[in-house]
């Protein structure tokens, strides 16, 4: 597999990376606005968007894992039409 087809899979999966992070800091966010003492499976709710924020952490970095350039390893750029890398110059589409 090539560069270009190794960076259109980690763009995919960066794409829904990010969405899923989006969705678990929407859904906290929403939470939230809610009265935080309020208790949810034996948890508080402020607890619970501690916890949804977190996970939303985690899909953040991998979001950040499959940004990066399949030749030098190094963050190929930012935002979501990424053509070429910034730092070696690598064509990635």
Same mark, same amino acid.
């Given at each position: 597999m090539d560069i270009v087809e +190794?960076?259109?899979v980690q763009s995919k999966? +960066? %794409?829904i990376n990010s969405m899923v992070a989006l969705? =678990?800091? %929407?859904? &906290?966010? &929403?939470?939230?606005y809610y009265d935080l003492t309020f208790s949810f499976i034996g948890m508080r709710m402020? *607890? =619970?968007t501690l916890i949804l924020k977190g996970v939303a952490?985690? =899909?953040i970095y991998f &979001? *950040?894992?499959h940004s990066l350039c399949p030749k030098c390893s190094k963050l190929s750029g930012t935002g979501w039409n990424i053509t070429e890398c910034k730092n070696c110059?690598?064509?990635?589409t």
């Open positions: +190794r960076f259109k999966k +960066r %794409v969705t =678990f800091m %929407v859904s &906290a966010l &929403a939470i939230s402020d *607890y =619970f952490l985690i =899909f &979001a *950040y894992i110059g690598e064509k990635l």
